[in-house]
């Protein structure tokens, strides 16, 4: 298979976006990954858009369907944290209508891969929790709000005082073989070079911070089911600060495509050599 791409976190930057289609329709690549964080935050949304997603989002995808005809990527992507639930029906009717594959929580085939989307994080300090659970235990993190607190665009479909994401992931993958899987996450495994956030000498109640906020369900799950590729989001400094956007966890390879600098990082891959994946600054 042709090179495909992953980008994360883009925001609803629209000069990150045009750079993104313009590079898609130059390369043509196999498929698109895009690992949430798409959007305007919905409390702060764009003022050259009414509706970012229906004047400006979907035209762009359906207008670059129509120009690249049978070399348009097949997509795939989550929302995260910062997007807005109440926005996640108009992904479900973009998929509908062939834009591309919204895989919150479920498994589409690409060629002979499975893919599996997640996009759910920790708890964060942030009151937004459309898209956060426990991760393992109701164990929350100095500085972080609760995710059965805070406020939600849409009501929960469960019980969220018990909703983990251990548990999700236990559902979502199941006695599946991910020895050929490619799971696209918001959040990044806990305490890699993924998931380092810039909270150096930061203290609440006397408590220093926690300098790695990734999730421990997902790496726990990566050690575990050892899936061939993992992408993941959220943490826009990590690469900065350590350097790093790609690990391995045994015999798996994780990206972070999030980036905290004006340009678009976008990490070109090949889902039969992930470990000979780029990342470009543009």
């Not at 999700?168 to 990044?188: M, Q, V, W, Y």
């Not at 590729?229 to 790093?244: D, N, Q, V, W, Y």
């Not at 994780?254 to 004006?262: E, I, R, V």
Request: charged share 30%; hydrophobic share 35%.
């Amino acid at each position: 298979m042709a090179d495909c791409f992953f980008v994360s976190d883009l925001h609803g930057r629209t000069e990150r976006y045009a750079k993104l289609f313009s590079l898609i329709e130059r390369d043509r690549p196999a498929a698109l990954f895009i690992g949430g964080d798409l959007l305007p935050h919905f409390m702060i949304r764009s003022e050259l858009f009414t509706d970012f997603i229906a004047d400006y989002l979907f035209p762009n995808f359906s207008r670059l369907q129509e120009l690249l005809q049978e070399d348009y990527p097949e997509t795939f992507l989550i929302l995260g944290n910062d997007d807005a639930r109440m926005d996640e029906p108009e992904f479900k009717k973009g998929e509908s209508e062939g834009l591309f594959h919204y895989i919150n929580q479920r498994k589409v085939m690409m060629g002979r891969h499975n893919v599996f989307g997640y996009s759910f994080v920790p708890p964060t300090p942030f009151r937004l929790k459309d898209w956060e659970k426990y991760d393992v235990s109701r164990y929350v993190d100095p500085g972080c709000v609760p995710p059965d607190e805070g406020f939600r665009t849409m009501e929960p479909k469960e019980n969220m005082e018990y909703a983990t994401i251990q548990k999700d992931l236990e559902i979502l993958t199941r006695d599946e073989d991910l020895s050929g899987a490619i799971l696209l996450f918001h959040s990044p495994p806990y305490e890699t070079v993924l998931d380092r956030a810039a909270l150096d000498g930061m203290m609440v109640d006397h408590v220093p911070l926690d300098l790695h906020v990734g999730s421990i369900a997902i790496k726990r799950f990566i050690e575990e089911k050892q899936p061939m590729l993992t992408l993941h989001g959220h943490i826009h400094e990590s690469a900065r600060i350590t350097g790093k956007w790609m690990t391995r966890i045994g015999r798996t390879v994780s990206f972070n495509a999030a980036h905290d600098g004006p340009e678009l990082s976008v990490i070109r891959f090949s889902p039969e050599h992930p470990e000979k994946a780029d990342r470009d600054l543009c």
